[in-house]
């Protein structure tokens, strides 16, 4: 994948690993912000987590909100009952509903845009280890082939699934073409 076909929302951009003084140690600050990071995050989670609780309230639904910190995001992940796929949808769009409304709100109370990533009932996990093995599957058939490959229009988050798993495999790369919402991942040989 070529920079020229990476839009803003492909990328999770991560801290800095070279904030370190000359003996490898955190430079000065860089412990503070690390720390302060991850205490915003925890409170970004805390505001979800208290907000969704009183959407499944409203709603009627029973599910186990469970709070965490993967990189540089929070992740809120919810759980329970068989009924909580209603709030997924068939392809994932109540859920990117829910967690864009989840981020609105945090937004409300902090003053500061979230970048917090909504689960429920594990399928965003189960989603993007589906793409993982699209990803893998499509790169060795080109590489077996010669030939390229579109995917279906995926969204910036799928999207990103793919592109790392194709950069897995030597000998292919992916880039993205078309517009939203029929943006596509191409996979060609290097």
Do not use: C
């Given at each position: 994948m070529t920079d020229a076909h990476i839009t803003e929302p492909d990328v999770d951009v991560e801290p800095s690993?070279?904030?370190?003084?000359?003996?490898?140690?955190?430079?000065?600050?860089?412990?503070?912000?690390?720390?302060?990071?991850?205490?915003?995050?925890?409170?970004?989670?805390?505001?979800?987590?208290?907000?969704?609780?009183?959407?499944?309230?409203?709603?009627?639904?029973?599910?186990?909100?469970?709070?965490?910190?993967?990189?540089n995001r929070a992740v809120v992940s919810i759980d329970g009952s068989d009924d909580l796929n209603k709030l997924v949808g068939r392809?994932?769009?109540?859920?990117?509903?829910?967690?864009?409304?989840?981020?609105?709100?945090?937004?409300?109370?902090?003053?500061?845009?979230?970048?917090?990533?909504?689960?429920?009932?594990?399928?965003?996990?189960?989603?993007?280890?589906?793409l993982a093995a699209l990803g893998d599957k499509v790169a060795r058939r080109v590489l077996d082939s010669g030939e390229r490959e579109e995917l279906a229009p995926m969204t910036p988050f799928e999207r990103k699934i793919v592109h790392d798993a194709v950069a897995a495999v030597p000998g292919v790369h992916s880039e993205s073409e078309g517009a939203e919402p029929s943006r596509r991942?191409?996979?060609l040989l290097d």
């Open positions: 690993v070279e904030d370190v003084n000359e003996n490898g140690a955190p430079a000065e600050g860089t412990a503070d912000e690390g720390d302060d990071l991850e205490e915003r995050l925890v409170a970004e989670g805390e505001i979800a987590g208290d907000y969704l609780e009183e959407l499944l309230d409203l709603l009627d639904f029973d599910g186990d909100i469970d709070l965490d910190v993967e990189g392809t994932g769009e109540v859920l990117d509903a829910l967690q864009e409304l989840t981020r609105l709100a945090v937004h409300q109370k902090t003053g500061v845009r979230s970048r917090l990533m909504l689960d429920i009932a594990s399928w965003r996990r189960r989603r993007r280890e589906e991942v191409v996979v």
